[in-house]
């Protein structure tokens, strides 16, 4: 695993991530110098080239390994906002672009506060999977594909609404049940148990078991909805329904192992959460 939250002072990774987040996404006052008489794609190209030169003068491995990754989100989630405010057909992609960027930097941001034991630049979800990225990809073509074939619809706002509002449900259940979990969260199911692992079943573990997989379950099918993506939603709702099937039946076999009767108990108590999933069978 890589990172140095061992080494560092604590909370100094959350710190620097946040500033280099919103550095990048200062990006925002790319505008102010384009009235200014810059070109855009000179200005961006200047910008960019700026950021990585201060990036690389403040910072030496491996915290410039930290800021670059939080600098390029922040840069997208910038981008983003400027798009969603333009006006043109891929303003609702805008706002993916502000979804995708703020879910992988918060990802980051809640451990580094929660759980800086487990901190590493994996907990940025950036390199989660060989198909994680090749479902982002095929989202991102199916929607320049349709946007030029058949903008009309791209365009259907009321539908976008009802996917932002799916990301930001999905969103704001994931990073509670992080907070509510606290040391106890990993982004890796864990075979062994830790001295300090223990049950948790307050909070949005009362209303779910799985309260993570729900919010990550949500954002990514709200995230196609939100670009109106029939393919990849419908694309998107098989696969990560089979993937948190299987990861839900792999980490409760270890919480059973762990846990024992009481897990067995809270199970019986309280839903996965997950539409039609129940979890591992006990065989009694």
């Known amino acids: 695993m890589a990172g140095c939250a061992a080494r560092a002072p604590p909370g100094s990774e959350a710190r620097l991530s946040l500033a280099t987040f919103l550095l990048g996404a200062s990006v925002l006052a790319l505008p102010l110098l384009t009235r200014a008489g810059l070109q855009g794609r000179t200005g961006l190209a200047l910008y960019v080239a700026g950021l990585n030169a201060l990036l690389l003068l403040l910072y030496r491995p491996p915290r410039y390994q930290i800021a670059i990754r939080a600098c390029f989100l922040g840069f997208v989630f910038g981008c983003g906002m400027l798009l969603s405010f333009s006006q043109s057909s891929w303003n609702h992609f805008g706002w993916y672009m502000c979804s995708l960027s703020l879910f992988h930097y918060s990802e980051y941001l809640v451990t580094a506060v929660n759980n800086p034991k487990s901190l590493s630049l994996d907990s940025f979800l950036l390199n989660h999977s060989l198909e994680y990225t090749v479902a982002a990809l095929s989202s991102w073509i199916e929607f320049t594909l349709e946007n030029?074939?058949?903008?009309?619809?791209?365009?259907?706002?009321?539908?976008s609404a009802m996917g932002l509002l799916m990301v930001v449900f999905g969103?704001?259940?994931?990073k509670a049940a992080m907070f509510t979990a606290g040391s106890n969260f990993n982004h890796v199911v864990q075979n062994?148990?830790?001295?300090?692992?223990?049950?948790?079943?307050?909070g949005?573990?009362?209303?779910?078991?799985?309260?993570?997989?729900v919010g990550w379950f949500y954002w990514s099918i709200g995230t196609q909805v939100m670009l109106c993506n029939p393919v990849c939603?419908?694309?998107?709702?098989?696969?990560?329904w089979r993937f948190f099937r299987d990861r839900t039946e792999e980490e409760e076999i270890s919480l059973i192992h762990f846990f024992g009767e009481e897990y067995l108990e809270y199970k019986k108590r309280v839903p996965t959460g997950l539409p039609?999933?129940?979890?591992?069978?006990?065989e009694l």
């Open 148 to 159: 030029i074939f058949w903008p009309e619809l791209k365009q259907i706002t009321w539908l």
């Open 171 to 174: 969103e704001c259940l994931r």
């Open 192 to 202: 062994e148990k830790s001295e300090t692992h223990t049950l948790v079943t307050s």
């Open 204 to 213: 949005v573990y009362a209303w779910f078991r799985h309260p993570s997989y």
């Open 233 to 240: 939603g419908v694309g998107y709702a098989l696969t990560v």
């Open 276 to 282: 039609f999933i129940k979890g591992v069978k006990v």
